[in-house]
């Protein structure tokens, strides 16, 4: 089974308990916080995911049931199958940060996600868009790196001429390899603007 269809499942309704109401990305969400602090309280993790405690109690049993995390009174850490799956899926998507203002952006609050050898996906940029906007987000922008040139698809073969402040951000930001996206996300909250980011990168995970 697909990283992309495992986490899928995770948000299926399981009678007879509650309908979850958190997505996919608040599971990518969680597993990057839990990863990254090690061990965190249930109270802190609703509080960054920005989920009610009821919400985030049911989005952890689902993550226990998966094998993915473990309780204790320190709080929930991620097992050794966690880890394994955390560490697939930062291969997928290595890097995913705020972003100055630049060129490209059009909001107060943007955000960068890079997807790993997936240019060959990407059309003109208009599903990672729409996908964002459902998200939450204003709006998003789609460059494939191609002969170790950033492309913006029917706008620019060369974003550092056509956009150098942007060109030079992304750059700085992340370890660009042939045929990698990079999709820059645009919204009023940062919340959105990272679940935007999710959203664009997963219509090509």
Do not use: H
């Not at 009174?73 to 705020?98: A, F, H, M, Q, Y």
Request: hydrophobic share 40%; net charge positive; proline share 3%.
């Amino acid at each position: 089974m697909s990283i992309k269809s495992f986490l899928e499942r995770l948000t299926l309704d399981k009678a007879p308990g509650p309908s979850p109401s958190f997505s996919i990305f608040d599971i990518i969400k969680a597993l990057e916080i839990i990863a990254k602090e090690g061990s965190v309280g249930r109270g802190k993790l609703s509080e960054k995911l920005g989920l009610g405690k009821g919400v985030t109690r049911t989005l952890l049993t689902r993550l226990i049931e998966a094998g993915l995390i473990s309780t204790s009174r320190s709080g929930c850490s991620l097992t050794s199958r966690g880890n394994e799956l955390w560490r697939k899926i930062e291969e997928i998507i290595p890097c995913i940060s705020v972003i100055d203002q630049n060129e490209l952006t059009f909001a107060k609050y943007n955000v960068i996600v890079q997807v790993r050898g997936r240019g060959g996906k990407v059309g003109k940029g208009l599903e990672q868009r729409d996908a964002a906007v459902r998200a939450g987000a204003k709006g998003a922008i789609t460059l494939i790196y191609k002969n170790k040139k950033l492309i913006l698809p029917t706008i620019t073969d060369n974003a550092a001429q056509s956009y150098p402040i942007a060109y030079q951000q992304i750059i700085r930001l992340m370890d660009l390899k042939e045929n990698d996206v990079a999709i820059i996300v645009c919204a009023d909250s940062l919340k959105n603007a990272e679940y935007g980011a999710l959203a664009a990168a997963w219509t090509i995970v």
